[in-house]
């Protein structure tokens, strides 16, 4: 018969045959462990509702129950013919029973094993009744019931985790019976930390610390309680513990015991031997999350057979949970250990690690060796040949490198080696490395549920989420939040995001007690060398999601080969993340505590050095995919002499790949310069010109105006008219794109006047934005004159492609002043001026212009035709907010030809554009077009819709065509508009 086993204490598994089985969603999980614990007895329909739903249950209830049961049975005997009737869940009465070998669930062998304990201490035999103990505490594998839904899992959940405590003081008074006193201290310290109120386990306390000799804090234990009960509970300490107080002050001569661990009795069937060593640390309660990472390591663990030694490592930066993982998998799988457990922690993320020569002596008295040998390489043999006839699981928390644990490895297959590092321990042969990652957003939330309660999680979900998203998904930071506000009952979640949402604040917030995560960091960064703790810092200076390498080597002043070095040394220390070759980024703690550091040292003229060799970098290769994306047009010149040549990007596709690729960082470049002094100023301002140029994005609108509202204040501060003006100039052209034009008007009418050059590239883009601006906004006697100015210049300085740009925009305004024929003229000379030049992008621009033109000048058609090769072009290069707006116009013009269903797609299309890209000028565009389109295809009531989207976005915009989409709306005969406010 296959051999089904069962797990319920922790996640809920099976195994058929020793193969995982998938046991589908968390209710029907939930129906299973119902059937579980009820031990083969029958469980009715009704009861299992009640335990799966409570007093709400759905409406179809019972036929989702039958649907978990038919999926049950399918899973657990997959071999059972169609029809054949179920022998393992089977039906009874009005209800279902799961008949299994009581030995198939871990929760039976538990209570098997723990009354085989109770009988062996009756008897007088203490070891049998301490290691039986221990191997029953090792079934436990998490928090029972681990995700269980429903009243009945909930009730199961905190009896089998009352079970799981009581068995474990049980333990904790076995040890402490058979002199393992000095064993047991750290368990017992793990327990009343979880469990404070529970005065047993203060009571083994103070007895394991009294045999150690510790006198003084075995009293401070009772201190500590006798306080705590009194303000939690307002009552005394009970007569256990203050009898145990008592006979300590007191030095009562029975509560002494040998230090070397008592002898068992002998039985008739075997000779006398000591316990094996059960070293781990205590499992937590709380473990959440990467059940498969468990599942995996578990399997490598206990597979731990062949030619050699299986050797498994756990990198990740400091606080991912590395050693509360290592001890939960080492838990999971002692059973499979049946020679015991070692563990040390080799302290190597601290000033001092652990001498392996030391370690191997404690291991070695651990396995019954009271005469040590001398040297390490001795030890180091001895240690292999004990080991060589036995299954132990050695765990090695902590370990700084490979060198430090190669000696503490046995020598022959059979045992398994766990063992945890900042570093990556790549120099042991055939080790199977494993990177422990942060948890996912999920995994974190549910951390932070089970130690604050699901209550406070389920009241504030948004809050919790912006918690665990502050702490990095970092284990210990969530633990150490979750810490802090358990303890603090009157703080809602709200009030723990609010303060975390400051990060100059983060690190100070993410501390309690003796726990912070500024100091695991600290111990990572203290490894460090001084040239890669200086990487470490100067890589924070750019508040970005990564860092490009060439970037890098500019903020460290090397070549790319030595600071590709620096950076992979990083990662090797787990202080950096690569998931990218040639790129890297920070863990977002990591990143606050590097600048922090920097701060520290306050080392100013080292920092903005480093930002300057980044501009020098970044601003003329910019200036370079410019070149390459608008072959011969002009660039304003910049404010000060560029240094140096920058990358190369030869085509067009160089060119938009790397600022796809860069723009967040080229952003963030400028965010970091702004900020400092004037030096930095310029040469972050003209960068950010140029990317406007570029990238028209709106997305980044409100990233990108909260840097120049800083570099308008710095601009001001040095008395930097140069710089303001352009400045206000990247004001204007960041507001246009963000559709605030009489915003776009005041900034860039600022900077003309700030402005003292008269023939200049700046001035000519000044003049032709206002210009532009001036014409959206219906005032083409206004427009005309800048864009006569702008011409002008362009024609002096042999700025082609600009007067081909200026002489479209143009033809907009002569448009508005009713000149047609001027304005077909003006633009059809753009166009031929563009394709003459070979620059795409002036071409794209101009058929649009064209487009505009004849669509007004009625010839719908030719515009239709234009137009759809403009957007062609914008679709090649990747302009998705000028694709948005062509594809408006084209729906105008489509409509204007009787082209009703082809105009509606092209309209819907631009509207996706127009939301995508956050523009709202493009979404009213798309609005009224569709919205005319659905009208011409006989669908009123959408297309009024669509109307007065489009009329509420144009009024609050203050453009003027909100006017023509008022009066369309009110010849449909409908309710009339409602009134907007005014345009701000």
């Known amino acids: 018969m296959p051999a089904l086993r069962f797990q319920v204490l922790g996640p809920v598994q099976a195994w058929l045959d020793g193969k995982p089985l998938s046991l589908g969603s968390p209710q029907q999980q939930a129906v299973l462990t119902a059937l579980l614990l009820h031990s083969g007895r029958p469980v009715t329909t009704q009861d299992l509702v009640d335990g799966l739903w409570g007093d709400r249950p759905p409406a179809q209830a019972v036929a989702a129950l039958r649907t978990y049961i038919s999926r049950l049975r399918t899973v657990i005997e997959p071999r059972r013919e169609v029809r054949a009737p179920a022998e393992l869940l089977v039906s009874v009465a009005d209800g279902y029973a799961l008949r299994i070998p009581g030995d198939a669930l871990d929760v039976t062998v538990f209570e098997s094993l723990s009354a085989e304990a109770a009988a062996a201490r009756a008897a007088g035999d203490l070891h049998e009744a301490h290691r039986l103990l221990v191997r029953a505490l090792g079934l436990f594998s998490g928090r029972p019931l681990t995700g269980i839904p429903g009243p009945y899992a909930d009730a199961q959940r905190l009896r089998l985790s009352e079970r799981q405590v009581a068995a474990s003081e049980d333990m904790c008074a076995a040890a402490l019976d058979i002199g393992l006193h000095a064993e047991v201290v750290g368990e017992l310290n793990s327990l009343t930390a979880e469990h404070p109120l529970r005065e047993r386990l203060r009571e083994l306390l103070m007895l394991a610390l009294y045999r150690c000799g510790r006198q003084a804090e075995s009293l401070g234990v009772y201190t500590d309680t006798r306080k705590l009960l009194i303000d939690e509970l307002g009552v005394e300490p009970g007569s256990g513990l203050s009898a145990m107080h008592s006979r300590i002050l007191a030095a009562d001569p029975t509560l002494a015991l040998p230090a070397v661990p008592t002898t068992a009795p002998l039985r008739e069937d075997s000779p006398a031997a000591p316990p094996p060593p059960a070293q781990l640390p205590a499992d937590v309660s709380d473990f959440s999350g990467r059940s498969e990472l468990v599942t ?33 998998v080492a838990h999971r799988v002692r059973a499979d250990f049946p020679d015991g457990q070692l563990y040390v922690d080799l302290r190597g993320a601290g000033a001092s690690p652990a001498d392996p020569a030391v370690v191997l002596g404690d291991f070695l008295h651990a396995l019954g060796v009271t005469d040590n040998p001398d040297s390490l390489e001795q030890r180091a043999a001895l240690y292999r040949s004990l080991l060589a006839s036995r299954r132990m699981l050695i765990l090695l928390d902590n370990a700084r490198d490979a060198e430090q644990i190669r000696p503490l490895i046995p020598g022959v297959s059979g045992c398994a080696v766990l063992a945890t590092s900042r570093s990556r321990l790549a120099g042991i042969p055939g080790a199977h490395l494993v990177d422990v990652e942060e948890l996912t957003p999920q995994e974190a939330l549910a951390l932070f549920s089970a130690i604050v309660g699901e209550h406070r999680v389920t009241a504030e979900p948004e809050a919790a989420m912006a918690v665990v998203t502050a702490c990095g998904f970092l284990p210990l930071a969530v633990r150490i939040a979750a810490a802090r506000l358990a303890s603090r009952p009157r703080w809602s979640v709200s009030d723990l995001a609010r303060r975390l949402a400051d990060q100059r604040r983060r690190l100070d917030e993410l501390q309690l007690g003796n726990l912070a995560v500024e100091t695991t960091i600290g111990l990572g960064y203290g490894q460090l060398s001084p040239s890669e703790a200086r990487a470490f810092r100067l890589l924070s200076l750019i508040d970005s999601t990564d860092i490009p390498l060439a970037a890098a080597a500019a903020l460290l002043g090397e070549d790319e080969d030595t600071a590709e070095a620096l950076a992979e040394a990083l990662v090797e220390a787990n202080m950096l993340e690569c998931f990218t070759p040639g790129r890297y980024r920070y863990h977002d703690l990591l990143r606050l505590y590097a600048q922090r550091q920097n701060e520290r040292i306050s080392d100013i003229e080292e920092q903005q050095t480093a930002v300057r060799r980044l501009l020098d970098l970044l601003l003329p290769t910019a200036r370079n995919a410019a070149r390459s994306i608008e072959p011969d047009d002009q660039l304003p010149e910049p404010l000060n002499p560029l240094g140096s040549s920058g990358m190369e990007l030869p085509t067009s596709q160089d060119a938009r790949e790397w600022l796809r690729t860069e723009i967040t960082f080229l952003l963030s470049a400028v965010e970091a310069a702004v900020r400092g002094p004037g030096s930095l100023l310029r040469p972050a301002v003209d960068l950010l010109i140029v990317l406007n140029s570029l990238v028209e994005d709106p997305t980044h609108g409100s990233r990108v105006r909260r840097f120049l509202e800083a570099a308008e204040r ?88 600009g007067e081909a740009r200026l002489l479209g925009n143009m033809a907009r305004a002569q ?59 914008y679709q090649s290069q990747q302009n998705r907010l000028r694709e948005g707006y062509t594809l408006a116009r084209l729906s105008s013009a489509l409509l204007a030809a009787g082209q009703h269903a082809e105009a509606a797609e092209a309209a819907e299309e631009s509207l996706t554009i127009g939301q995508e890209m956050d523009s709202a000028y493009c979404q009213g565009l798309a609005n009224a077009a569709l919205g005319e389109a659905l009208l011409a295809l006989a669908q009123p009531a959408r297309g009024l819709a669509c109307l007065r989207e489009a009329h509420a976005i144009f009024t609050r915009l203050g453009v003027p065509e909100a006017s023509p989409v008022a009066d369309l709306i009110s010849r449909q005969h409908t309710e009339p508009v409602p009134s907007s406010p005014p345009a701000p």
Do not use: W
């Open 815 to 873: 448009l508005g002043l009713g000149e047609a024929e001027v304005a077909v003229r003006s633009v059809t000379e753009a166009v031929a001026t563009a394709r003459a030049s070979k620059n795409g992008p002036c071409l794209a621009d101009t058929l649009y212009q064209l487009g505009v033109v004849l669509s007004s000048a009625d010839d719908p058609l030719a515009a239709a035709g234009h137009l759809r090769e403009s957007h062609r072009l």
């Open 714 to 801: 710095n601009a001001e501060s040095y008395g930097d008219s140069a710089a303001l003006a352009r400045v206000h100039f990247a004001f204007g052209t960041l507001q246009s794109i963000t559709n605030d034009f009489q915003g776009a008007e005041r900034s860039l009418r600022k900077s003309l006047s700030l402005q003292v050059d008269d023939m200049t590239v700046l001035r000519s883009a000044t003049a032709n934005d206002l210009g532009i601006i001036l014409s959206l906004a219906n005032r083409p006697a206004e427009a005309l004159p800048f864009f006569e100015q702008a011409l002008a210049i362009s024609r002096v300085v042999g700025a082609p492609i």
């Open 296 to 328: 995996d390591l578990s399997a490598v663990l206990m597979n731990a057979s062949g030619q050699a030694v299986v050797v498994t490592s756990l990198a990740g930066i400091g606080g991912v949970g590395k050693t509360t993982l290592a001890v939960h």
